[in-house]
């Protein structure tokens, strides 16, 4: 599929994939699928910063390449690596028949028949449904020296490797990188990029979201489970609930059979909206009663 060559058709480019973005996200998505540039996406957990790069995927008819971010990740494990059990049967077979050019051996098993190609090489390749989305999920788990790593990646759309030389796509990547902010990005990244803060929706865009990813909750109830989200993400909670969340918690009420809220139904799942028990102890009883209560009232 082509590339949308307006907002608005990425507006609906985004929607045929049931996800609903305000205008200002739209806006960057397009503006970095037209400048072939990276796109920076910063929010809390659970805001849908990872399913842009899903819903890109599904609606272009690209492959999705998802790389996720870890402590200690490194090259070998981003990039490529050797396999070095094979290099070494063939260089135990090349001894064994006598060969002893040296550097002819040597560039024989660091050929590319010997490279494992890990997430971000494999995204330099080309693709005959054209550029590949690649998905560098929560960036802000590596250390800094991985972002400059990542540099070369995002500014050129090239590897360098050593043994073979520079790896350059004919057709750079659609990259999409996430963050939750749990350390600050470098500059020097940030720079490479376009960038966007993923705020959590208000109640109306929230409502249409529940409606079209959990259209097995009525309506009412659909109401009430945003009222509520919305009401409890004002409170001081260690983690306020995510979209995520939300769409968790209608599945859970849908499958108890809830038509409405009450506070014994909120009491019993509240371990499916929240994810810290001082957060659950915080809203069980009176809060969530009072909570209720003001929903109705207003």
Not at 180 to 197: F, G, Q
């Amino acid at each position: 599929m082509m590339l949308p060559a307006t907002i608005d058709e990425t507006v609906t480019l985004l929607s045929s994939g049931d996800y609903v973005a305000d205008r200002a996200l739209s806006t960057v998505v397009f503006l970095a699928l037209k400048m072939g540039r990276p796109l920076l996406l910063e929010g809390e957990a659970g805001v849908g910063k990872t399913e842009i790069a899903k819903v890109l995927a599904k609606t272009l008819g690209r492959k999705l390449i998802r790389l996720q971010c870890y402590e200690g990740l490194d090259v070998s494990s981003a990039v490529y690596e050797w396999n070095y059990a094979a290099q070494m049967m063939a260089i135990r077979l090349a001894e064994a028949e006598g060969v002893v050019d040296r550097s002819r051996l040597e560039e024989d098993v660091f050929s590319e028949r010997y490279l494992v190609k890990r997430p971000l090489l494999q995204a330099l390749e080309p693709d005959p449904a054209g550029a590949p989305i690649l998905l560098i999920d929560e960036l802000d788990r590596t250390d800094e020296a991985f972002e400059a790593f990542l540099l070369e990646v995002l500014s050129d759309a090239q590897v360098t490797i050593p043994e073979l030389g520079t790896i350059k796509a004919e057709h750079p990547p659609i990259v999409i990188v996430t963050s939750n902010r749990t350390r600050e990005i470098h500059d020097a990244l940030k720079r490479r990029c376009l960038y966007h803060w993923v705020d959590y929706p208000d109640a109306e865009r929230e409502l249409t979201i529940l409606r079209a990813k959990a259209p097995k909750a009525s309506a009412a109830l659909s109401k009430e489970i945003v009222a509520f989200v919305q009401a409890i993400r004002k409170e001081e909670l260690f983690k306020a609930p995510g979209v995520a969340e939300t769409l968790d918690w209608a599945s859970a009420l849908v499958e108890l059979d809830a038509v409405a809220l009450d506070p014994a139904v909120v009491s019993d799942t509240l371990g499916v909206l929240l994810k810290y028990q001082d957060d659950i102890q915080k809203m069980q009883g009176a809060p969530a009663k009072k909570i209720l209560h003001e929903m109705r009232a207003g």
